[in-house]
Each structure stands twice: as C-alpha cells, then as structure tokens.
C-alpha cells in the first residue's frame, strides 16, 4: 500500500521544510564566512593586521550569538591582553564550548593586544536582565580559592543571552608597545562595539579619543 498525503498537509509540510532548509543555509553560510574572513588579509601592513582582526572578531561573535539563539544556550566572553574566548552556561556553572565550526577560542598574533571596556559606553538604558542569575553558589569565597582554583575558575565579562540580548561592551585593538613606536602607526586602533545585540559597530583606524 503506498502512503499518501493530503495536498493540503503535503503542500504545509513542504513549505516548513523549505523553511528550516534556508535557516540553516543562512547559518551555515555566516559561519563559513566568519571561518574563511582570517584568510582574508592584505599583506603584512599592521593597519590590515587590526583591521583583519576586529572584523574576525566581529564576524565571530555574532556567529557565537546565532549559535547561542538556536541552541537556546546563555554564553559569556573573556577577553585577555592576547586573546579572546567563548563559553557556555549549563545551568549551574561556566564551561568551554565543544569544538564547533566556529572558533571559540582565539589567541592574537605577538604585535596585537586586546582591551575590553564594560563601562563609560553611551548607554542609557537600564540592563536588561540581572547579572546575579548566573552568579555560581560559591562566588563568595572567590578570595578564599588558591591561586590554581582562581585560574581554572571561568567567569565571563560579557553576557549573550540565548534571546538575543547582550551586556553593553567594546574591545579595542591595537599594536603592543614594540610595535607602537614605529612612526605612522602608533594611533592605530580599531575597536567592536556592542549595545545591546547585534549587529556589532566597528570604529577606525584612528579612534576619536585617541
């Protein structure tokens, strides 16, 4: 006996498929581009090299938020001086992200440097969800952990949430000190900027407060 649908239900299920084909086609495509944008650089200028990198990391964290949407997960950033990371909330505690198509982690090259800002950001709004909900239990005795607990322990600076929204921030990047010197490039910056979701701005080379 072969199976038959109904016009009406065939006709509703085909358009659904369709649907969630093309979704995952969009992801999938973002995600190619966030991989693919690292190879995406102009000689060995160091104007490129920063312009290259905010644009990576750009890329890279709203893949992060798209991923963090569909897979109804809350995530976190740490930014350090060289370099960059992606976690994920299980409900009770911060911990790394499975290797994905997407890089969670990235370290910089030597000549660049990060610097994350939480604070005098434009904002005018108040925070859209309260930072305690993903404070773990025994925050508290933080000071009270040894050195080798504190550094294993996981607390992000910036929050996304699995809806949508983010806690305001902007990471700057520029050239280290060595390089900084060097005459032509030492008001080189550029900086990523988010409020609230994305899209993330870029802002450069040369920053208005510099």
Known sequence: MKFKHSNSSYSAEKQHGFTL???????????????????NIS????????????????????????????NNVELGLIVKKDSYQFV???GTQWTEIPDQD????????????????????????????DADTFKEKDEDDFTLMSKEEREKKIIPQVYILSGGDLTPFSVTFRLNEDLAFIEGVEDLAYRVTGIYSIPLTIEGPVLDDQ
């Open 88 to 90: 994920g909330y299980d």
């Open 43 to 70: 000689g060995n200028n160091p104007a490129d090299k920063l312009k290259h990198e905010s644009a990576r990391f750009a890329a890279i964290f709203e893949v992060a938020a798209d991923y963090g949407m569909l």
């Open 21 to 39: 084909i093309e979704v995952m086609v969009v992801i999938v495509l973002i995600g190619l581009m966030a991989s693919l944008v690292q190879f």
């Open 102 to 129: 997407w890089q969670a982690h990235v370290t910089m090259s030597e000549e660049i440097e990060l610097s994350l800002e939480l604070d005098d950001l434009p904002i005018d709004e108040p925070l859209l969800f």
